[in-house]
Nanobody
């Protein structure tokens, strides 16, 4: 098991910014590809961003590309999602996930460990 805990969510106006943080306790995240996903009410969970073990490779969902930035600090066992220019459609619960594979992937079914989520609400 890899216990993941997300934080940093909240209520923000459209155009604002938030930084989400994912921390693992008792395990080193440097061995995992890491991803952020989100789920809005009544919708399926969807891919947002992922980052390779080294942090060199990053991929994004098209709708957040250029607004969101994923990063990691392996020394601190943390992964971040900087979200800028937020829109009401970004409102969702955001989840951090860890994948034991070294291949960076988008599918929720490829990720092995999940956090409990943090709520992000963007008002118009």
């Amino acid at each position: 098991q890899v216990p993941l805990v997300e934080s940093g969510g909240g209520l923000v106006q459209a155009g604002g910014s938030l930084r989400l943080v994912c921390v693992a306790s008792g395990r080193t995240l440097s061995a995992y590809t890491m991803g952020w996903f989100r789920q809005a009410p009544g919708k399926e969970r969807e891919f947002v961003a992922a980052i390779s073990l080294s942090g060199y490779t990053k991929i994004y969902q098209d709708s957040v590309n250029g607004r969101f930035t994923i990063s990691r600090d392996n020394a601190k066992n943390m992964v971040y999602l900087q979200m800028n220019s937020l829109k009401p459609e970004d409102t969702a619960t955001y989840y951090c996930a860890a994948d034991r594979s070294t291949v960076i992937r988008r599918s929720i079914y490829e990720y092995d460990y999940w956090g409990q989520g943090t709520q992000v609400t963007v008002s118009s």
